[in-house]
Nanobody, 122 residues
Framework: QVQLVESGGGLVQAGGSLRLSCAASGRTFSSYAMGWFRQAPGKEREFVAVITGSGGTRNHADSVKGRFTISRDNPKNTVYLQMNSLKPEDTAVYYC???????????????WGQGTQVTVSS
């Protein structure tokens, strides 16, 4: 069982930055791929970024590539999402998720956090 708790969301002006954190419980954190997803009101859940258990491989959605960076610190059981050059269309609830597969498909993840709201004003 893995419990995930996100933090770091908030209100920021367009062009600003935020860093989201996701703290995980358990001793097997490094065995899980970690993903970030987001969901805006009235829209489907959307892949943002994913990183392998070792942190050696990562992938970002085209919509955030060059602006967002996923990383992880396994000794601290934490995964991060650094978000720069934020745009109003980045406004959403952001979720971290843990899964056994390195994938962009949200339905392949086993554990989810409660989400953190990110609001970008124009």
């Amino acid at each position: 069982q893995v419990q995930l708790v996100e933090s770091g969301g908030g209100l920021v002006q367009a062009g600003g930055s935020l860093r989201l954190s996701c703290a995980a419980s358990g001793r097997t954190f490094s065995s899980y791929a970690m993903g970030w997803f987001r969901q805006a009101p009235g829209k489907e859940r959307e892949f943002v970024a994913v990183i392998t258990g070792s942190g050696g491989t990562r992938n970002h959605a085209d919509s955030v590539k060059g602006r967002f960076t996923i990383s992880r610190d396994n000794p601290k059981n934490t995964v991060y999402l650094q978000m720069n050059s934020l745009k109003p269309e980045d406004t959403a609830v952001y979720y971290c998720a843990a899964g056994r597969r390195y994938t962009t498909g949200w339905d392949s993840y086993d554990y989810w956090g409660q989400g953190t709201q990110v609001t970008v004003s124009s």
